[in-house]
Nanobody, 133 residues
Framework: QVRLVESGGGSVDTGGSLRLSCVVSGAPITSLCLGWFREFPESETMEREN???????????????HYADFVGGRFTIGQDNDKSTVYLEMNNLKPEDTATYYCAAARYCSNILQLLRSQINYWGQGTLVTVSA
């Protein structure tokens, strides 16, 4: 069973930076496609997974990355295969970035941002990012 454990969330001021980490266990990182999503505080409880917004995707087998258009160069996804870890470097954070950030993984894909939420096999528990004005 694949397990994803996020860390690195916290509170920062506008313009600050954070680096989120996602440690992957239960499968080789190169057998998965992985990505980062976020869920805003006002999401309806019953539809939370469907309301998660995709931010970035990485395919560790070849390192190819994809970003949502609105990310605008502020976020960078990376990997460390030796540590089975995927990162999300976030810079110039804004209050509207306040959300719970989730690591996600799926098999048999190359770009997790293209999947339906129901096709994503694994989610982490989430890490909260709060950006103060």
């Amino acid at each position: 069973q694949v397990r994803l454990v996020e860390s690195g969330g916290g509170s920062v001021d506008t313009g600050g930076s954070l680096r989120l980490s996602c440690v992957v266990s239960g499968a080789p990182i190169t057998s998965l496609c992985l990505g980062w999503f976020r869920e805003f505080p006002e999401s309806e409880t019953m539809e939370r997974e469907n309301q998660r917004v995709g931010l970035a995707s990485i395919f560790p087998r070849n390192g190819v990355v994809h970003y949502a258009d609105f990310v605008g160069g502020r976020f960078t996804i990376g990997q460390d295969n030796d540590k089975s870890t995927v990162y999300l470097e976030m810079n110039n954070l804004k209050p509207e970035d306040t959300a719970t950030y989730y690591c996600a993984a799926a098999r048999y894909c190359s770009n997790i941002l293209q999947l339906l939420r129901s096709q994503i096999n694994y989610w982490g528990q989430g890490t909260l990012v709060t950006v103060s004005a």
